[in-house]
């Protein structure tokens, strides 16, 4: 039994050799007798992009950002004496412009007349006083000679206390009048500049006090806007008295006004890394009859609390490179057109990001073809075929 496995064994292995040697031999011959195969030779791809021809020149820089009209001066007006209000101005309502100086209104004024009498007559006593003890000092300097004593007399003889008191005393009197002159003169409310009435506290037969507020007034034709820049966009101004067009829309229509910056509130914001700069308002010139509608229905001026829109010219950034925004790829890195129309990734240094636009200073060379062209999956060095784009060129250029 065990012999016979073996020769099984040997049978098996020899019928495997056989089997293998001949498959060795079968595919030699299929080598050299079969038939070839045809060569394909198979085309590198070609890209088509579109390109730009960079070129170098100066550019201005336009700042824009948006803004609140605010009036200039705020004040509640408030009463300096207590009083009840007996007489108002006409204007004394919400709307209404007051001139500067006029009377907003005014308060019951008989107690502050009577006062001032009274200061007035205090005034006359205390002279009456003063007088006397002159004439007292006097007469005390002469019984002193005549008594024939040696020596300066004491002050206390020559009565000069009493005179430095009666002295005193003149003088607050007559303070006293200037107090109540002061007072009575406060019964009238007058307005500080001119203003236009935000809102009224008090009106005609309110009793009010020492403080108590009457009305809120705003500055008219005055105005200013308060333009929150960015620190790239502050660092790109050109002077601080720059020309500004504000722009808003009221109604169906565009309105436009000139500003000029005056000062900026020299601070950062921490949590939005922002600085306010100042602007003031100036008069649109507008031919008609003068008046307070006219202002308003011609708009001369924006109305307050209106957001506008500012753009004004600031830093001319010389020798540099504008290139549309499209072209920028991640990493402030570019897409040419070698000599050899194949892909070349060039670093660029970046000076303005704009909306549409990208000024870079350094990285490119005045001639270099810009791909401007999307591109599915860029491969450095694969084969382009590049279309110049004219009109990409010509409209870049024409919003230097």
């Known amino acids: 039994m065990k012999n016979r496995r073996i020769i099984k064994w040997v049978v098996n292995l020899i019928l495997i050799g056989v089997v ?40 201005t820089v336009t700042l824009e950002t948006q803004g609140q009209v605010l009036p200039k001066r705020d004040t509640v007006v408030a009463a300096e004496v ?28 008989a107690d502050y007349r009577s006062i001032l ?13 003063l007088q006397q003890e002159e004439a007292r000092a006097q007469q005390a300097l002469r019984d002193w000679s005549k008594l024939g004593r040696s020596g300066q007399p004491s002050d ?14 003149l003088q607050a009197a007559k303070d006293g009048v200037i107090q109540a002159e002061r007072n009575l003169a406060r019964t009238e409310v007058k307005v500080p500049y001119r203003a236009r009435v935000q809102r009224v506290m008090s009106n005609l ?37 720059a020309e500004i067009e504000l722009t808003a829309k009221i ?53 307050a609390g209106l957001f506008v829109t500012a753009s004004w010219k600031g830093r001319v950034l010389e020798d540099v490179y504008v290139i549309p925004r499209l072209a920028l790829q991640p990493g402030n890195e570019v897409f040419l057109v070698s000599e050899e129309n194949t892909l070349v990734r060039r670093s660029v240094g970046v000076v303005r990001t704009e909306e549409d636009r990208v000024i870079v200073r350094s990285g490119l060379s005045v001639g270099d073809k810009l791909i401007i062209s999307p591109l599915g999956a860029p ?4 084969k382009l075929d590049p279309q110049g784009d004219e009109e990409q060129v010509v409209e870049v250029e024409s919003q230097l």
């Open 20 to 59: 293998l040697i001949i498959g060795v031999k079968g595919s030699k011959w299929l080598k050299q007798n079969g038939p070839e195969a045809e060569g394909v030779t198979v085309a590198e791809p070609v890209v088509s992009v579109t390109y730009q021809t960079v070129e170098e020149s100066d550019y």
């Open 251 to 303: 109604g169906a229509e565009e309105r436009t006004w000139r500003a000029v910056m005056v000062r900026g509130e020299g601070q950062v914001n921490r949590q939005t890394l922002t600085t306010i700069v100042i602007a003031k308002v100036l008069k649109n010139e507008i031919e008609g009859e003068e008046g307070e509608m006219m202002g308003i229905l011609d708009y001369e001026l924006p109305p």
């Open 205 to 241: 037969g309110a009793y009010v006090l020492s403080g108590s507020a009457i009305a809120e007034i705003v500055s008219e034709g005055d105005l200013e806007v308060r333009l929150p820049m960015t620190l790239e966009d502050f660092g790109h101004l050109r002077s601080e008295n």
């Open 379 to 382: 491969i450095v060095g694969m």
């Open 82 to 109: 207590a009083g009840k209000i007996v007489s108002v101005s006409e204007r004394l309502e919400v709307g209404g412009v007051l001139e500067e100086g006029e009377v907003l209104l005014r308060l019951d004024d």
């Open 156 to 169: 206390l003889v020559l009565r000069k206390p009493q005179l430095i008191s009666a002295q005193a005393n």
């Open 117 to 129: 009498s009274s200061t007035i007559a205090r005034v006359a006593e205390a002279e009456l006083v």
